[in-house]
């Protein structure tokens, strides 16, 4: 499970960062994320992220370089997904010693915005057509496909 109690903001020299660390108890801590302060997510409605995630996942589409991981005990693991809409072959990344999913690489990292305490308002949603039929829009969200 990734620690809420450990979220902290933090100034270097890029403007605000997130950061989230994964630990149990508070002694041993697996996973360091930082990620610059963004203010919007979007939200997935495949269905990778849905089965990965609790139906949808909200999620920060960031470059590489702009993502800090600290794995001090080399706690993250990936599995590569096949199996996607566009074809592409992206690596899902977890925790190994809790089993939360964190990571999502391809051309871009996807965030789990789950991570951090404060998730900023939603943009996007894509794969709206996947989406469960419970769900409504997210008030002032964009809507693709």
């Not at 997904?81 to 990292?109: A, E, H, M, W």
Request: proline share 6%; net charge neutral; aromatic share 8%.
């Amino acid at each position: 499970m990734f620690s809420h109690d450990s979220h902290i903001y933090t100034l270097h020299e890029r403007p605000k960062l997130i950061e989230s660390t994964s630990s149990h108890g508070s002694n041993f801590v697996s996973l360091i994320i930082t990620v610059p302060r963004v203010s919007a997510p979007l939200v997935c409605h495949c269905r990778n992220c849905g089965r990965s995630g609790g139906g949808s996942s909200i999620n920060y589409v960031l470059p590489e370089a702009d993502v800090t991981i600290k794995d001090p005990h080399s706690s993250l693991k990936a599995y590569e997904d096949t199996n996607t809409v566009s074809g592409n072959r992206i690596q899902r990344k977890f925790c190994s010693n809790y089993g939360s999913p964190g990571l999502t690489g391809g051309p871009s990292l996807i965030v789990m915005a789950s991570l951090f305490d404060v998730i900023s308002r939603l943009d996007i949603e894509v794969f709206t057509d996947q989406s469960q039929k419970w769900e409504g829009p997210a008030e002032g969200a964009k809507q693709a496909y």
